[in-house]
């Protein structure tokens, strides 16, 4: 039997690593790198290099979205001074769960949903919010089930890059990134 089709919003390969190999259990996964928050330009190119990573190592394809930061910050105006979790996040997840509800229409796929929800740092109420707007939007918490500490063990057996600020100039408010975890 045909698995169905899933696009997945990945925001970033160490939090898609548990999200992929779990969801390609059922369905037929397509990671979707969406993230014109992401800034400055060398930090989008290094987190899209490690989603191409990741894709080859899960065998799934990957769709890499046109990066619009500028679009972004037209979405996010006005919220500049949030603090992080706060109202800007959720207009963030906004715009790029619009982007990937858009090209999960517009190609077939069955349903769509995202990694941000692995992120203890991340709201999953907010972001199933976000989505929750769009057709074919799947709810899935990958931070149960110990999700995020899968995650980062897959991204280090995988040795994938693991940022420590969301991407957005914003989140850098007030601290020096160190930029690589382990």
Known sequence: MKKPRLLLHVCCAPCAAHAAKTMSEDWEVTLFFSNSNISPPEEYERRLGEARKLAVACG????????DHAGW???VAGFEREPEGGARCERCFAY?????ARF????GFDAFTTTLSVSPHKNSSAIFRAGTGFGGFLE??????????KSIALARELGLYRQDYCGCEFS???KEPARVRD
């Open 96 to 100: 790029n769960l619009a982007r990937a």
């Open 140 to 149: 899935t918490d990958f931070k149960k089930r110990d999700g995020f500490r």
């Open 172 to 174: 850098l408010r007030g």
């Open 104 to 107: 999960a229409a517009g190609h």
């Open 73 to 75: 910050l037209r979405a």
């Open 60 to 67: 799934a394809p990957l769709v890499e979205d046109a990066h």
